[in-house]
């Protein structure tokens, strides 16, 4: 069964540094998979962060993770840095998906790729709202 190749390096267009750390490492000698998903949510929310969109203790709106996944290539280990790519794949009405890339810091090739997606809700009653403009045009400068 063949799958289609990952995206490259240069589809990304913002970028995020991790650390690993050693008890990112399973039994096998790999960063274990679940900590992939703590990689994107950290990508995704410093951006947020950095982009002046998010505030965490008293933002309208606030985004819920709706849906996550993640395809592996190759295999990362502490102590290797890595770096985390970052580009919009979809921007709805009260919902945005990200692509994520991980890469060994400087691969040419991601070891691994997913996809994340928000939807932003009301902080008081958890209802979707509509992404404010300001929002929109900001999140676009990743497309």
């Known amino acids: 069964m063949s799958r289609a190749p990952l995206r490259p390096r240069s589809a990304y267009r913002h970028w995020t540094p991790i650390t690993t750390r050693w008890h990112d490492n399973d039994a096998y000698g790999h960063v274990n998979n679940t900590v992939y ?36 290539a190759a295999p990362l280990a502490f102590p290797q840095p890595v770096e985390l790519g970052l580009a919009l794949a979809r921007l709805g009405g009260s919902s945005v998906t990200y692509h994520l890339g991980v890469f ?18 009301a902080r008081d ?10 929002w929109r045009a900001r999140m676009q400068t990743l497309a």
Do not use: K, M, S
């Open 37 to 72: 998903y703590g990689w994107f949510d950290t990508a995704v929310n410093a951006w947020l962060v950095e982009a002046g969109l998010l505030d965490i203790a008293a933002g309208e709106p606030i985004g819920l993770v709706v849906e996550t996944g993640c395809r592996y």
């Open 104 to 121: 060994a810091t400087g691969a040419a090739q991601a070891a691994a790729e997913g996809h994340f997606t928000h939807v932003y809700v």
């Open 125 to 134: 009653g958890r209802r979707p709202v509509a992404l404010p403009e300001a």
